[in-house]
């Protein structure tokens, strides 16, 4: 079952001479429970295609489907429900919120949308993350790789239809890339949880199911490990 559908999709900046295409008829479909890396030099789209998927970004042209919901038919205010629900959003640079504990970084997006987090699940996420200990610390009391644990449990914790990761492990050293990459396996594995991780380092991308790689904002590659 294909839980996501790209149908050639365009972005472009500027215009004239100054105009430049960072996505040129991008076309694939990812099905349930798929782990997908995306690589390619920088400046080839990564970032640009995920934002789009994560309807962080809108495209110029072509078309976005999850779950068979065309993503851009919705409103701004929509699409932020959209966002808060059926997307898990992990980045480099964790993005968490500096007055908040891990706990509350970790349930946000819950308590953005209404809902009021089930005790038994938070205590179950900070288990299985290795961080029920730091529950209580600010993200300036937490080191780099737990910083990123708690991104995890953000990103995973409403069960969202799909899960981007961009450059997830790029501020960690090998160890924490290690573990944050076999976090996000065995949520995968487990929950069937369809990951897009966008990555520079070749140990993670061969770790994942298939490997589209991009160049000048095309599809050059697109195999299966």
């Known amino acids: 079952m294909e839980l996501l559908t790209i149908e050639n999709l365009c972005k472009t900046y500027g215009k004239g001479e100054n105009e430049v295409k960072a996505l040129d008829g991008i076309s694939f479909s ?12 920088s400046g080839s789209g990564k970032s640009t295609l995920l934002h789009i998927i994560g309807a962080v970004d809108r495209p110029t042209s072509g078309k976005v489907y999850l779950d068979g919901q ?14 808060r629900r059926q997307v898990g959003l992990i980045y480099q640079f964790y993005n968490l919120i500096p007055v908040l504990n891990a706990e509350e970084n970790m349930t946000l ?19 299985d993350l290795g961080i029920a200990s ?17 991104s995890i449990g953000r990103a995973l914790f409403n069960s969202p239809s799909v899960v981007l990761a961009d450059e997830p492990t790029g501020n960690l050293d ?4 290690a573990e944050i990459v076999g976090l996000l396996r065995k949520s995968n594995k487990e929950l069937n ?3 897009i991780i966008i990555t520079h380092d070749e ?23």
């Open 109 to 127: 997006p819950m308590i953005m949308d209404g809902r009021k987090p089930d005790p038994a699940h938070v205590n179950k996420m900070l288990e």
């Open 193 to 195: 949880q369809t990951m």
């Open 30 to 41: 990812v099905p349930k429970g798929q782990m997908l890396a995306i690589v390619g030099a």
């Open 174 to 177: 090998s160890k924490n890339s």
């Open 134 to 150: 730091r529950r209580y610390h600010l993200p300036s009391q937490l080191s780099g790789g737990q910083q990123q644990r708690v």
């Open 70 to 83: 065309d993503v851009f038919k919705q409103n701004n205010s929509n699409l932020a429900i959209f966002r």
């Open 203 to 225: 140990k993670i991308a061969l770790q994942c199911d298939r490997i589209i790689t991009l160049s000048d904002g095309k599809i050059i590659s697109d195999s299966n490990n």
